[in-house]
């Protein structure tokens, strides 16, 4: 049975039933809508590396290439494409609220007090997919409507251990994220949306805790002898690489807030793609 809160008398929800929730539900509303319980971390369980999430019927991922494409920010007049926009953002923030579920289910043994943290990230996420998806639905697209990817969550089965996660979600995606959201802040706002950049400003102050959180935890995991930089290099798997975690207005000033030294921001904003692989 699960604990019980004794200064509200609700019960306490596991972290892991959290994490099953989020991952396992096939209704979207058990996976995005906040609880109002405390939560604690006294049964783990044992580790479980789910293949896929459970999702709704109209948001299973579609095939390769099926799903839109996030519209240029030239086309942004047209409301339409706004909409489509803020349904591919909600599943992007969907998927990262997903690999952080499987994350703790993956890797039970983590410290506690960074499950506690993850867990606390994920309740952030939960509320950005339904900025997103209401924003979209308040243009004139339900969320669902399109096909969606499955990008973010396919990279992340290539994570062995919770310095991989590290290296990976935070710092490579929500770190990109950092310069996106101020890209799309500015587009939306220069067609007049003022709405839909608000909402981009808002996540945009939320990574920067996000970031923090995942390097905090980067240097608090990896061994003594290895840099920031190192670590986070050591542990990406392709296609994930250092160049993959910029967009093209780099903010650095955000980054700063986040923690990183200016020797692992100056490497992030030189790092070159030196392949050609797809």
């Known amino acids: 049975m699960s604990p019980t809160n004794i200064h509200s008398g609700q019960q306490a929800m596991e972290i892991r039933e959290f994490a ?14 906040a ?3 405390e939560m604690t971390d006294d049964f ?3 580790a479980v590396r789910v293949e896929e999430p459970n999702r709704p019927p109209n948001l299973q991922f579609a095939e390769r290439r099926a799903a839109p494409r996030l519209p240029s920010p030239q086309s942004l ?17 969907l998927q990262a609220l997903e690999v952080m579920a499987w994350t ?6 983590a410290p506690s007090e960074f499950r506690h943290g993850l867990a ?3 309740v952030d996420e939960q509320r950005h997919t339904r900025m997103h998806a209401e924003r979209a639905a308040k243009l004139g697209v339900q969320f669902g409507d ?30 990109r994220n950092l310069d996106h959201t101020i890209e799309l802040e500015t587009a939306f706002n220069a067609v007049g949306d003022t709405r839909s950049a608000h909402i981009m400003r808002a996540i945009h102050d939320d990574e920067i805790e996000h970031v923090r959180f995942g390097l905090e935890w980067l240097r608090k995991l990896k061994p003594e002898e290895l840099s920031d930089w190192e670590a986070f290099e050591k ?3 392709w296609p994930l690489r250092p160049e993959k975690a910029r967009g093209e207005d780099f903010q650095r000033q955000a980054r700063q807030q986040a923690g990183m030294t200016d020797e692992f921001i100056d490497r992030l904003e030189s790092a070159e793609d030196t392949t050609h692989k797809s």
């Open 77 to 93: 007049n047209d409301p339409h494409k706004r909409a489509v926009a803020h349904h591919i953002l909600a599943n992007h923030e």
């Open 146 to 175: 399109l096909p969606v990817n499955c990008y973010i969550w396919k990279k992340a089965m290539d994570f062995e251990n919770v310095l991989d996660y590290l290296a990976g979600l935070p710092l490579v995606f929500e770190g």
């Open 120 to 122: 606390r990230i994920m």
């Open 104 to 109: 703790l289910l993956a890797f039970p043994d």
């Open 20 to 33: 099953e929730r989020v991952l396992l539900s096939t209704e979207l509303a058990q996976k995005v809508n």
């Open 235 to 237: 542990h990406l798997h």
């Open 44 to 46: 783990p369980g044992e």
């Open 35 to 37: 609880i109002s319980t």
